[in-house]
């Protein structure tokens, strides 16, 4: 079955620079790739997702890039905030289940004063 | 206001002792899920319902019992719960067509003594 795998699973960075989580994904048919965020005693929320037939998709400072040959998708978050530390959790889905969502381990980021 | 609720927030329970956890969404979604969130293996999910009636397993569904008999509704029933089963419980909820994001609710602290 689909497996996505997270790295790192720690990220720490100082405030103002980039981070960058990454995920791989096995399975060819899966076609719907969210990342959610959860805040420290939050629930997960929906930050950006992307699909299949885009390679990139820009939200302010965060933007998440596919490569669908090398079945890997990442999240990029540029001038970090205070803010932004939290755990980030990739997901994948396939195009005739996209309800149905497997997740990676989570990347716990931690942005440095 | 849009929103998914779960009851209680928090539990304390001794093993062998039945119990029932809420959840309910106001966004007349179809897809409803259980996760479960332990340190270092993210969100697993338990069970998913994509309609009234109509239920499946997830991943990690033993010990558990769910039922969808409202479409609003969607109770994670622990017949006997175990040491094993403490954990951090989500329930989400999805349209499952308009949009893939799932609605988390806040979440329930479950503690087995």
């Known amino acids: 079955g689909e497996n996505v795998e997270q790295h790192p699973s720690t990220l720490s960075v100082q405030e103002g620079d980039s981070a960058v989580i990454k995920c791989t994904y096995s399975?060819?048919?899966?076609?719907?790739f969210p990342w959610y965020k959860q805040e420290l005693g939050k629930r997960p929320q929906l930050i950006i997702d992307?699909?299949?037939n885009v390679g990139e998709k820009k939200d302010q400072r965060i933007a998440v890039t596919l490569n669908k040959t090398a079945k890997h998708f990442s999240l990029h978050i540029t001038e970090t905030q205070p803010e932004d530390s939290a755990v980030y959790f990739c997901?994948?889905?396939?195009?005739?289940?996209?309800?149905?969502?497997?997740w990676g381990a989570g990347t716990k980021l931690i942005i440095k004063p | 206001e849009a929103q998914v609720t779960q009851n209680p927030r928090y539990l304390i329970t001794v093993t062998g002792k039945k119990l029932t956890v809420t959840c309910s969404q106001n966004?007349?979604?179809?897809?409803m899920s259980w996760y479960r969130q332990d340190p270092g293996l993210g969100l697993r999910q338990i069970y998913y319902s994509m309609n009234v009636e109509v239920t499946d397993k997830g991943d990690v569904p033993e010990g558990y019992k769910v039922s969808r008999k409202e479409k609003r509704n969607f109770p994670l029933i622990l017949e006997s719960p175990s040491p094993n089963q403490t954990s951090l419980y989500f329930c989400?909820?999805?349209?499952?067509?308009?949009?893939?994001?799932?609605?988390f609710g806040p979440g329930t602290r479950l503690t087995v003594t």
């Open positions: 997901a994948a889905s396939r195009w005739d289940s996209n309800y149905q969502l497997i």
């Open positions: 992307i699909r299949s």
């Open positions: 989400a909820s999805s349209s499952g067509t308009a949009s893939y994001e799932q609605y």
């Open positions: 966004m007349n979604h179809e897809y």
């Open positions: 399975d060819s048919a899966s076609n719907y």
